[in-house]
């Protein structure tokens, strides 16, 4: 059931959250199988890295056949240039600065709010989330990670408290490979191997000690396949999040992934590695689904969770965000445009590519409409959009804007135009994101009238996002 009071009238078709949302279970004249649903998601891979974005270097041939199989976003959008904000924002369709999840290690998934895991569990589906987390400490008894422990029990809110049936989780980062040990020469670490300090949790708050050696995305799909192959076996239909820690700091890979790429620097031995090795399990992921006979009914997903990491390109944060400006931590572009993909079969028959503005925030309406749930009403406001009418191919704008705050920057992006402060909105940018994507040439001065609008909008969505945190929504 899910974690808050609600009344399910099964019998009227109808489940009503406490939050005053209102779902409708209605049952399409087709009856098809319920789709099988897969969020996956890099941590700090750039717009820029994929070679189908045209990267002539890093090899992703896995990834690649999914966008040129698939619908392939060009103008996809993380909710946050930040990690936890981003995953809040998957699960609930709402941004973050509703609930408290401002950045890294800050706030916790809340009791209050609605995950689709919750919904979806509710709905017969088995639940699984393997991988980073990042939206709330996994142990109160022992320290671990950046807050868990004691003394961060105030943020206790693992994924099995979120609606996830089992769990292989961690609460943040770990070297993307022997992701128990952080190795001599990162951080403050210079005289030798010690423990990372981060540990995998499963879903009865135990921490687990066996196959953690090696690449870290092949010990997180180790974990993921398995719970897919029971699923399947039990006849259940499933959602997993399956949460790379690649190619997130400490970025380490292994012999067989950095001998690909030699005449590089080790810091880009390692951090091209990673990123294929992460590849390598998103083909073992589609062979499987294949194997299984529900490749055509699985609605999967990639994506990752803001641009890469340093606020320049350099040898030691050797990630590309393409033409894009910023990085990691900016909201230009570069920090929060980053790729995106989803493989459909059962729906998406043919190749796409689109240049429609899409986020992190439309996969929680996108799926309940894929499954035949309407919200009725928005007492919580939901700020994604359904993506089911471009996935069918009548879609032709977005017409909803894009907002985003992150500290001191706020931004608003539309069908074609982007606005963008620096400084909580004292002063303002604006980018015709269909002529100059890169974002060089400032307009505001030449379109005021647009600025005028956006801005009006920006601040009605601000102040929206403020009674949420307020508990209005609640």
């Known amino acids: 059931m899910l974690k808050i009071q609600n009344i399910m009238t ?13 779902f409708s279970a209605e049952k399409t004249k087709a009856k098809k199988k319920r789709p099988n649903i897969i969020l996956c998601m890099a941590d700090d891979l750039g717009w820029g890295d994929p070679a189908y974005n045209g990267n002539k270097i890093i090899k992703t041939p896995n990834l690649d056949a999914m966008a040129n199989n698939g619908i392939r976003f060009d103008r996809f959008y993380s909710s946050s240039p930040v990690c936890s904000p981003t995953r ?12 408290g999840i401002f950045g890294a290690n800050v706030g916790h998934m809340k009791d ?46 693992p994924p099995q408290l979120n609606g996830f049936d089992v769990c292989f989780s961690t609460e943040s980062k770990v070297p993307t490979y022997d992701p128990m040990i952080t190795p001599i020469g990162w951080g403050k670490n210079t005289q030798a191997d010690k423990p990372s300090g981060t540990y995998y949790w499963n879903e009865k708050g135990e921490k687990v000690t066996d ?15 398995p719970f897919i192959e029971n699923a399947v076996e039990n006849d259940e239909p ?11 700091l400490p970025v380490l890979a292994g012999e067989k992934h950095r001998s690909m790429y030699e005449g590089y620097t080790n810091e880009e031995k390692n951090y091209y590695g990673c990123i294929t090795a992460l590849d390598d399990q998103m083909g073992r992921l589609r062979a499987k689904l294949k194997e299984l006979g ?5 609605m999967l997903w990639f994506t990752s969770d803001n641009g890469p990491e340093g606020a320049k390109l350099t040898t030691n944060r050797p990630g590309s965000a393409g033409p894009f400006k910023g990085r990691k931590r900016s909201l230009h572009e570069g920090g929060v445009r980053v790729p995106g993909i989803l493989v459909w079969p059962q729906e998406v028959k043919k190749s796409v590519v689109t240049d429609i503005p899409c986020s992190t925030l439309d996969y929680f309406p996108t799926i309940l409409d894929a499954l035949g749930y309407q919200i009725k009403g928005k007492p ?15 879609m032709k704008a977005r017409n909803l804007p894009i907002g985003f705050e992150s500290k001191k920057q706020i931004a608003m992006n539309d069908d074609r135009y982007k606005l963008y402060s620096s400084d909580m909105g004292q002063t303002f940018e604006l980018y015709d994101m269909v002529n100059d994507k890169e974002e060089q040439h400032d ?9 005028k609008e956006l801005a009006k909008k920006l601040a009605a969505w601000r102040e929206s996002c403020q009674h949420s945190l307020n508990g209005a929504d609640y």
């Open 10 to 22: 099964v019998a009227l078709g109808l489940c009503t959250l406490s939050s005053g949302m209102v």
């Open 380 to 394: 919580s406001p939901i700020d994604g959009h359904s993506l089911l009418p471009l996935i069918h191919g009548k």
């Open 88 to 99: 809040g924002s998957c699960i609930t369709g709402r941004h973050p600065y509703r609930y």
């Open 443 to 451: 307009i505001a001065s030449s379109k005021p009238e647009i600025v």
């Open 211 to 225: 196959n953690l050696e090696g690449d870290d995305s092949r010990i997180i799909m180790d974990r993921a396949i």
């Open 294 to 298: 529900i490749e055509d009914e699985t």
């Open 238 to 248: 499933f959602f997993t999040i399956i949460w790379f820690h690649a190619p997130h």
């Open 112 to 157: 209050q709010e609605i995950t689709l895991a919750e919904i979806l569990k509710d709905q017969g589906y088995v639940t699984g989330h393997f991988g980073k987390w990042h939206l709330g400490t996994l142990t109160t008894t022992e320290k671990d990670a950046n807050r868990g422990g004691e003394k961060g029990k105030e943020h206790f809110s």
